[in-house]
């Protein structure tokens, strides 16, 4: 089952992986994300340059200490995070450096670019509604109706300590003001039909078991649930139906698999030609299907099992960036109004 991360490699592999003689074209990676097709989807850009990808794989929280234990003496050039949020620690500590490049300025939407040239995003990943057909017949249309008391007692979702629920209220509070968007936590709690708990296939899995009617998720791990087997999920992903939030409005909340290049960057030349390889139509298309998710490009359809899902109007407002903005007023409304 693919993840989000993956074991760091061995000491003894991290050391073979960088000591390459000094002529040899490489590009150093750092990533919290590992799909199968990404290792493809590098090894085509080897071939197309020459230039090889040597890759440390953890969980981007590790990725970030790294980094600032490494210091001026870090090998890597690339940092690959499956969420801005995340993005903005690494930004934060100091390990970013800027970049100029044309071409991922005119490939990527702007809002799915740093305001300060720091990342940019490479895939997107909607956090959608989902709900039993058979017990639902006119489910929520957009995020604000999750507070409405009419869904009292119906909606799984997971603990507030989770990035994805963090980016969410903070883009509820770009929206709306703090005010509002305090209201609305305080709304969709109440209407819990349990304490949060699990992660998104859990909720998914909630739905699937009857004990709740409406389920937040990200919109792949429900495609997980129909391409592979995935317990609890998989024998009644039939009986579920999504909503794409916000479709007459703003468009559904949308977070980003992201790069970077980081501040040593020894092989910095080469770190570009390969964030510009990532945003050509070809390598959008493999890296958005390796965990399900729509390209960051416009214009381009998501994966083959994306496309189970249809397409949809991503918020075009709502700056990305504003979610590492308003993450701190995010994490202390949830705090205040007891979603743990
Ligand atoms: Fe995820």
Same mark, same amino acid.
């Given at each position: 089952?693919?993840?989000?991360?993956?074991?760091?490699?061995?000491?003894?592999?991290?050391?073979?992986?960088?000591?390459?003689?000094? #002529?040899?074209? !490489?590009?150093?990676?750092?990533?919290?994300?590992?799909? /199968?097709?990404?290792?493809?989807?590098?090894? =085509?850009? *080897?071939?197309?340059?020459?230039? *090889?990808?040597?890759?440390?794989?953890?969980?981007?929280? $590790?990725?970030?200490?790294? &980094?600032?234990?490494?210091?001026?003496?870090?090998?890597?050039?690339?940092?690959?995070?499956?969420?801005?949020?995340?993005?903005?620690?690494?930004?934060?500590? @100091? %390990?970013?450096?800027?970049?100029?490049?044309?071409?991922?300025? $005119?490939?990527?939407?702007?809002?799915?670019?740093?305001?300060?040239?720091?990342?940019?995003?490479?895939?997107?990943?909607?956090?959608?509604? #989902?709900?039993? =057909?058979?017990?639902?017949?006119?489910?929520?249309?957009?995020?604000?109706? &999750?507070?409405?008391?009419?869904?009292?007692?119906?909606?799984?979702?997971?603990?507030?300590?989770?990035?994805?629920?963090?980016?969410?209220?903070?883009?509820?509070? !770009?929206? +709306?003001? $703090?005010?509002?968007?305090?209201?609305?936590?305080?709304?969709?709690?109440?209407?819990?039909?349990?304490?949060?708990?699990?992660?998104?296939?859990?909720?998914?899995?909630?739905?699937?078991?009857?004990?709740?009617?409406?389920?937040?998720?990200?919109?792949?791990?429900?495609?997980?649930?129909?391409?592979?087997?995935?317990?609890? &999920?998989?024998?009644?992903?039939?009986?579920?139906?999504?909503?794409?939030?916000?479709?007459?409005?703003?468009?559904?909340?949308?977070?980003?698999?992201?790069?970077? &290049?980081?501040?040593?960057?020894?092989?910095?030349?080469?770190?570009? =030609?390969?964030? /510009?390889?990532? %945003?050509?139509?070809?390598?959008?298309?493999?890296?958005?299907?390796?965990? +399900? /998710?729509?390209?960051?490009?416009? @214009?381009?359809?998501?994966?083959?099992?994306? /496309?189970?899902?249809?397409?949809? =109007?991503?918020?075009?407002?709502?700056?990305?960036?504003?979610?590492?903005?308003?993450?701190?007023?995010?994490?202390?409304?949830?705090?205040?109004?007891?979603?743990?």
């Amino acid at each position: 089952m693919p993840r989000s991360y993956t074991r760091p490699l061995t000491a003894a592999a991290a050391l073979f992986a960088f000591v390459a003689p000094a #002529f040899a074209q !490489e590009v150093n990676l750092y990533s919290s994300r590992h799909y /199968e097709s990404d290792d493809a989807l590098y090894a =085509k850009f *080897t071939e197309e340059t020459g230039i *090889t990808v040597n890759r440390i794989e953890a969980k981007a929280d $590790e990725l970030i200490a790294r &980094l600032e234990a490494e210091g001026d003496n870090s090998p890597a050039d690339v940092l690959i995070t499956v969420d801005v949020g995340v993005m903005d620690r690494a930004e934060s500590a @100091g %390990v970013l450096q800027p970049f100029d490049s044309a071409t991922i300025e $005119e490939r990527i939407p702007e809002r799915f670019q740093s305001p300060d040239n720091l990342w940019f995003g490479l895939a997107q990943r909607a956090r959608i509604i #989902f709900y039993a =057909k058979d017990r639902v017949e006119n489910p929520p249309q957009t995020y604000e109706e &999750l507070a409405d008391p009419k869904w009292d007692d119906t909606i799984c979702i997971r603990s507030s300590s989770n990035i994805y629920n963090q980016s969410l209220l903070a883009s509820v509070i !770009e929206v +709306h003001g $703090e005010d509002v968007a305090k209201d609305w936590a305080a709304g969709v709690l109440e209407n819990m039909a349990r304490a949060p708990q699990g992660g998104d296939t859990d909720q998914l899995r909630g739905l699937v078991s009857g004990e709740c009617d409406v389920a937040v998720s990200n919109h792949y791990y429900y495609v997980r649930g129909y391409a592979g087997q995935v317990d609890g &999920l998989t024998e009644g992903v039939d009986d579920l139906a999504w909503v794409w939030p916000n479709q007459d409005g703003r468009g559904t909340h949308v977070n980003l698999t992201t790069a970077a &290049l980081t501040a040593n960057a020894p092989n910095e030349e080469n770190a570009m =030609k390969f964030l /510009e390889f990532l %945003v050509s139509d070809t390598a959008q298309q493999m890296f958005a299907s390796g965990n +399900h /998710e729509y390209p960051a490009v416009e @214009g381009l359809s998501g994966a083959e099992t994306t /496309e189970r899902l249809g397409d949809f =109007k991503a918020d075009g407002t709502t700056p990305t960036a504003a979610f590492s903005r308003n993450a701190a007023k995010a994490q202390a409304i949830f705090n205040q109004v007891g979603w743990d």
